[in-house]
């Protein structure tokens, strides 16, 4: 037990090193000049999430995945929604990315904050990023926030030893091989091209399953990554990449409740140091350790994952040309959410709005 006996030591010990090593308070300080104080970690939270996907260190980050969880004031249980990555918004002006405040997809919002100087800040384009999902939310501060590099999440599912996933559509894998090797690509689609299906040959399948199927960590990642139907297939958008990015989480979140790792110096050293750089954690003055110990009585197999639907958005809607990004659809309803996570009322409202709790609940 970290906290406990003889352990007590080793697990102060676990905290400063971690604290030292991918804690980032400067993600909730979007205004002030210092961060604020250590704060205490009790209900409600509301925290920020957002996952990564860089080709190279050199390439500004696009936000491919923006989740918001939820937890109550009892701390019993928790909430997941996603912020379409296409979802048109205000991006509000920065001055250290010389970012103009403008309308556009938020997942541009991290990519443009993140170029200071001729380098790439990640940590300021997710400041601008969370300025951009308060705009949105209302949402005016966050308790606490991470960044994960998707290939962090791969890292830290093999340290879990897999996840188990209810597979709720057939999916087929846009970039892998049923083995789990890059797909090549076409010879007409060299990687300087911008084709939309730029690969060949056979593809990674994931048969939909009424109970709960073992991924490898690589099929678990490749699985909440697909947004492409296939010929023959069901229809699939971009929201169902985000359930399915929800269900990950969740996943994630069972397998370490049910491994006790939470308790455990020698578990939670592991899971840690998979994660190394691809975390970035800020907690208000808390680290990731005293944030998991904080949430060890979480009832994982309650956690509700929301599902706020989306439609397009054009400069002409009378004939639906001129893209922009997505909307909510219907906007009312996006709003008296966000109205509900901020006054913590999440649980009624749902009882209220049962079309947009996702059925894998």
């Known amino acids: 037990m970290i906290a406990s006996g003889g352990t007590l030591v080793t697990g102060q010990a676990l905290v400063a090193k971690y604290t030292g090593g991918i804690t980032n308070e400067d993600l909730l300080n979007t205004g002030a000049a210092q961060a604020s ?12 999430l957002v996952g990564i996907d860089p080709r190279k260190d050199s390439t500004p980050p696009l936000a491919d995945s923006i989740i918001i969880a939820h937890i109550p004031a009892d701390m019993s249980t928790a909430y997941l929604f996603s ?6 918004v205000e ?18 919002a991290m990519a443009d904050g993140s170029q200071v ?6 940590t300021n384009g997710f400041k601008v990023l969370s300025k951009a999902v308060s705009g949105v939310t209302g949402i005016k501060e966050f308790d606490a926030a991470a960044i994960i590099n998707f290939g962090g999440f791969k890292d830290i599912v093999e340290a879990l030893g897999g996840v188990s996933m209810v597979i709720d559509m057939d999916v ?18 060299p990687v300087t091209s911008k084709c939309e299906h730029p690969y060949t040959g ?14 490898q960590p690589w099929q678990a990642l490749d699985y909440v990554r697909q947004r492409y139907e296939f010929k ?30 939470v308790t455990d110096v020698g578990k939670m050293t592991k899971i840690l140091d998979a994660a190394g750089k691809s975390l970035t954690f800020a907690g208000g003055g808390n680290g990731p350790i005293e944030w998991a110990l904080a949430l060890k009585d979480l009832n994982v197999d309650d956690m509700v994952t929301v599902k706020l639907r989306g439609g397009g958005k ?9 893209y922009l990004g997505e909307e909510f659809i219907p906007s009312q309803v996006a709003d008296e959410f966000f109205a509900a996570v901020r006054t913590d009322r999440v649980a009624p409202f749902l009882l209220d709005h049962p079309e947009i709790v996702n059925m894998d609940n």
């Open 83 to 88: 912020m379409p990555r296409d979802l048109y």
């Open 232 to 261: 023959g297939g069901p229809p699939m958008t971009d929201y169902d990449r985000q359930r399915h990015q929800q269900q990950f989480i969740k996943a994630m979140a069972k397998e370490a409740m049910s491994k006790d790792i």
């Open 91 to 108: 991006i509000p002006a920065d001055a250290k990315s010389n970012t103009r405040a403008r309308r556009a997809k938020i997942n541009s």
């Open 314 to 322: 054009f400069e002409n809607p009378s004939n639906n040309t001129g």
């Open 117 to 122: 100087n001729g380098k790439i800040d990640v």
């Open 172 to 189: 087929k894998s846009e970039h892998l091989t049923p083995e789990g090797k890059q797909r090549p690509r076409l010879p007409n689609c």
């Open 202 to 215: 056979p593809q990674a399948y994931y048969k939909k399953s009424t109970k709960p199927v073992r991924l």
């Open 37 to 48: 104080p250590k704060k205490d970690i009790k209900g409600p939270l509301t925290i920020l």
